[in-house]
T-cell receptor
Framework: AQTVTQSQPEMSVQEAETVTLSCTYDTSENNYYLFWYKQPPSRQMILVIRQEAYKQQNATENRFSVNFQKAAKSFSLKISDSQLGDTAMYFCAFMKPDNNAGNMLTFGGGTRLMVKP | DSGVTQTPKHLITATGQRVTLRCSPRSGDLSVYWYQQSLDQGLQFLIQYYNGEERAKGNILERFSAQQFPDLHSELNLSSLELGDSALYFC???????????FGPGTRLTVL
């Protein structure tokens, strides 16, 4: 079974600064997907970014980018130019695609990020 | 707005009761997933349906069951409710050929 670990329960950053959230995972699979989801106080789960394991290039979505280190099984999220609206719980998630056995997400415990003005 | 809808938003009930949570996936999505978010267990996968058939089961209790109907909406049935079943229940959907899962707003269940 896969496990996902987020070692930083809470973090804070000043508005306009850059912050990096850590995630490590354990798997014996070679083909998989990794995701970061954001959960603001509204509790809605919002997809931030995804990374395919077979792609060497790190994914980027506007101010959000990842540092994917496959050999180290590390998948960190960098948020540039932090905004107050980035205040939320962030979850790292792993998925092994399998059309027969299912495509469930395995989540880490989350990192609570507070952006300070 | 993810396009996934869930009803009701909030549900308060008593121990021993039975409730039904409803989910409508995004248009065109064939897969529906149910997740439970509780304070002590975090976010856990419960069950997946694909085009009306059960595809995968996670840590779903025997008191819980689900189904996906021909119009692709899904229902999660929780019976003999216990205090520990209080949680936020999310439904998510995805298109089978892509792997992002889009989440609904959740149903907050409180068992008193």
């Amino acid at each position: 079974a896969q496990t996902v670990t987020q070692s930083q329960p809470e973090m804070s950053v000043q508005e306009a600064e850059t912050v990096t959230l850590s995630c490590t995972y354990d798997t014996s699979e070679n083909n998989y997907y990794l995701f970061w989801y954001k959960q603001p106080p509204s509790r809605q789960m919002i997809l931030v970014i995804r990374q395919e394991a077979y792609k060497q290039q790190n994914a980027t979505e506007n101010r959000f980018s990842v540092n994917f280190q496959k050999a180290a099984k590390s998948f960190s999220l960098k948020i540039s130019d932090s905004q107050l609206g980035d205040t939320a719980m962030y979850f790292c998630a792993f998925m092994k695609p399998d059309n027969n056995a299912g495509n469930m997400l395995t989540f880490g415990g989350g990192t609570r990020l507070m952006v300070k003005p | 707005d993810s396009g996934v809808t869930q009803t009701p938003k909030h549900l308060i009930t008593a121990t021993g009761q039975r409730v039904t949570l409803r989910c409508s996936p995004r248009s065109g999505d064939l897969s529906v997933y149910w997740y439970q978010q509780s304070l002590d267990q975090g976010l856990q996968f419960l069950i997946q349906y694909y085009n009306g058939e059960e595809r995968a089961k996670g840590n779903i209790l025997e008191r819980f069951s689900a189904q996906q109907f021909p119009d692709l909406h899904s229902e999660l049935n929780l019976s003999s409710l216990e205090l520990g079943d209080s949680a936020l229940y999310f439904c998510a959907s995805s298109v089978s050929s892509r792997y992002e899962q889009f989440f609904g707003p959740g149903t907050r269940l409180t068992v008193l």
